[in-house]
């Protein structure tokens, strides 16, 4: 089965269908400059109202190392996702002082951006940095098949990306708005498109 990563949460109604659909996994951004961006203090409530079914990602993006520590510290999350240009040392001292899984995000321009860096748990492909934009997937090959597909995933195209690349998980945060802000209808709708998705690919296999 598919794994599924709705980020961007950042008020309680989120966290609330978040609950009623149990993706595998939810994000909470910490780059300032972001749209999504929400404080820790406010990170740490909507955690605590989250199912113990979903796993917490707190997003980064070349923030001090003190900050990651910080979140990872508090209990709010239960994984890291690096956006930025974080070093493999800066990587290996997250992963040793929180004991917490790495995702090392990617953006995909040509065939020489498909790495899998040494010190991270997992690898997230995307066009960058929540552009919403897709890529081209068939740069992938194998190594699709790993990682995490972020990048424009939305209700109607998220079948495609699963049928074409095959990956450990699907990542989206403006696929599932409506004017900026959450919709419920479309993060249902995502969820019902990747579970059908990965019922037809059963199908298909037997």
Known sequence: MTKVKLCGMTRPEDIEICNALLPDYVGFVFWPESRRYISLQRAESLSRSLDRRITPVGVFLDEPLETVLRVAESGTIGMIQLHGSETQEYIKTVKEETGLPVIRALKVMSEKDIAVPGMC?????????????????SLLGEAGKRCFLA?????????GAIREVHPYAVDTSSGIETDEVKDPVKMKQFMEAVRMADSD?????I
């Open 121 to 137: 748990d997992y690898v997230m492909f995307d066009s960058g940095a929540g552009t919403g934009r897709t890529f081209d997937w």
């Open 151 to 159: 990048g424009g995933l939305n209700p109607d195209n998220v079948a």
């Open 201 to 205: 690919i059963g199908e298909e296999r």
